[in-house]
């Protein structure tokens, strides 16, 4: 025991002395440098001290450990709304497409639409013109009734004469105030000159009418209103008639010599317009101005007058 605690003993005085030595040594001995005196103190540090020193460093590695959590966690989160912003993005795109196949849908059935509302405008207005053209004909055939109408009632009017002419007068002439007279109503005998008229009037043996009375003349407006033609102009409705003033100006005499003593003229006529020399008349309304003068060389229909046949 003496000799253990001797030798403890001495083993404690000899590290102690050691270590005065070390330290003698060591600032005896500027070569050791201050690093290998830290190891040196380091290592003597006391157990208290290195658990300290750990918990520490655990403690930092700790709060590094949340702080990478966390910014896991913020990565996580932000690449999550990247992705639902892609789907968004994505969805929009889709969305977008969707539309864009309705609109060009939409724009094709316009343009369809537009094709067809043309085409419905064009049949439209090819239906217009045909139901203009259908007025037209109609008021055309309207027009022809009335004519045929007209022509009915003149031809009605006209019987008792022509069928008393058939006694007195040549085939085609009307008796009428005790005189047989040939109107050129039809449209087949073709509009002469005062001379070409009077002319066939002489080669069947009359001559232009004279109208030197108040009865004859009624009834030969009479006569010529009912035929009259209401489409053809008033200027080409006329008939020459057996009166002239081409030896004097303005003295009007029948063709037989005889002086004008009453005449149905028209409002301002006669008035010599562009040498007018030959009278005609015409059929209006108001019998007493239905006289016009006219050039003699114009086309006109005519009033031809003759003796009746003498009958038994």
């Not at 000799?3 to 005085?13: K, L, M």
């Not at 004279?210 to 009624?218: A, G, I, P």
């Given at each position: 025991?003496?000799?253990?605690?001797?030798?403890?003993?001495?083993?404690?005085?000899?590290y102690?002395?050691?270590?005065?030595?070390?330290?003698?040594?060591?600032?005896?001995?500027?070569?050791?440098?201050?690093?290998?005196?830290?190891?040196?103190?380091?290592?003597?540090?006391?157990?208290?001290?290195?658990?300290?020193?750990?918990?520490?460093?655990?403690?930092?590695?700790?709060?590094?450990?949340?702080?990478?959590?966390?910014?896991?966690?913020?990565?996580?989160v932000?690449?999550?709304?990247l992705?639902?912003?892609?789907?968004?993005?994505?969805?929009?795109?889709?969305?977008?497409?969707?539309?864009?196949?309705?609109?060009?849908?939409?724009?094709?059935?316009?343009?369809?639409?537009k094709?067809?509302?043309?085409?419905?405008?064009?049949?439209?207005?090819?239906?217009?013109?045909?139901?203009?053209?259908?007025?037209?004909?109609?008021?055309?055939?309207?027009?022809?009734?009335?004519?045929?109408?007209?022509?009915?009632?003149?031809?009605?009017?006209?019987?008792?004469?022509?069928?008393?002419?058939?006694?007195?007068?040549?085939?085609?002439?009307?008796?009428?105030?005790?005189?047989?007279?040939?109107?050129?109503?039809?449209?087949?005998?073709?509009?002469?000159?005062?001379?070409?008229?009077?002319?066939f009037?002489?080669?069947?043996?009359?001559?232009?009418?004279?109208?030197?009375?108040?009865?004859?003349?009624?009834?030969?407006?009479?006569?010529?209103?009912?035929?009259q033609?209401?489409?053809?102009?008033?200027?080409?409705?006329?008939?020459?008639?057996?009166?002239?003033?081409?030896?004097?100006?303005?003295?009007?005499k029948?063709?037989?010599?005889?002086?004008?003593?009453?005449?149905?003229?028209?409002?301002?006529?006669?008035?010599?317009?562009?040498?007018?020399?030959?009278?005609?008349?015409?059929?209006?309304?108001?019998?007493?101005?239905?006289?016009?003068?006219?050039?003699?060389?114009?086309?006109?229909?005519?009033?031809?007058?003759?003796?009746?046949r003498?009958?038994?």
């Open positions: 025991m003496e000799d253990a605690e001797s030798s403890g003993g001495t083993f404690d005085g000899a102690n002395k050691l270590i005065s030595q070390e330290d003698f040594s060591a600032d005896d001995h500027p070569l050791y440098s201050s690093q290998e005196k830290q190891q040196v103190s380091m290592s003597m540090v006391r157990p208290e001290s290195r658990l300290d020193h750990y918990k520490r460093l655990t403690v930092g590695l700790a709060v590094l450990a949340v702080i990478l959590l966390a910014v896991d966690i913020g990565l996580g932000y690449y999550r709304k992705t639902d912003a892609d789907r968004t993005v994505m969805d929009i795109s889709g969305e977008v497409s969707k539309l864009q196949a309705t609109y060009n849908t939409a724009i094709q059935r316009r343009d369809e639409a094709k067809q509302l043309a085409q419905e405008i064009s049949e439209q207005q090819l239906t217009k013109w045909e139901l203009e053209h259908e007025k037209r004909r109609t008021k055309d055939y309207e027009k022809q009734t009335d004519k045929i109408r007209m022509d009915i009632a003149a031809l009605k009017s006209h019987m008792p004469m022509i069928k008393e002419g058939c006694r007195h007068c040549l085939p085609g002439w009307t008796f009428m105030n005790s005189l047989c007279y040939y109107f050129a109503f039809s449209e087949a005998i073709s509009r002469r000159s005062w001379l070409e008229a009077r002319q009037c002489t080669r069947r043996g009359g001559d232009l009418a004279v109208v030197d009375s108040r009865e004859k003349h009624l009834a030969i407006s009479e006569l010529i209103n009912n035929y033609d209401p489409s053809r102009a008033i200027g080409h409705s006329g008939f020459w008639i057996g009166l002239r003033d081409v030896e004097d100006e303005g003295i009007w029948w063709r037989d010599g005889t002086r004008l003593s009453e005449g149905y003229w028209n409002d301002g006529e006669p008035n010599n317009s562009g040498n007018e020399d030959c009278a005609a008349t015409y059929p209006r309304s108001n019998p007493f101005k239905s006289w016009n003068d006219a050039p003699c060389s114009h086309d006109l229909k005519w009033i031809c007058e003759m003796a009746p003498l009958t038994n």
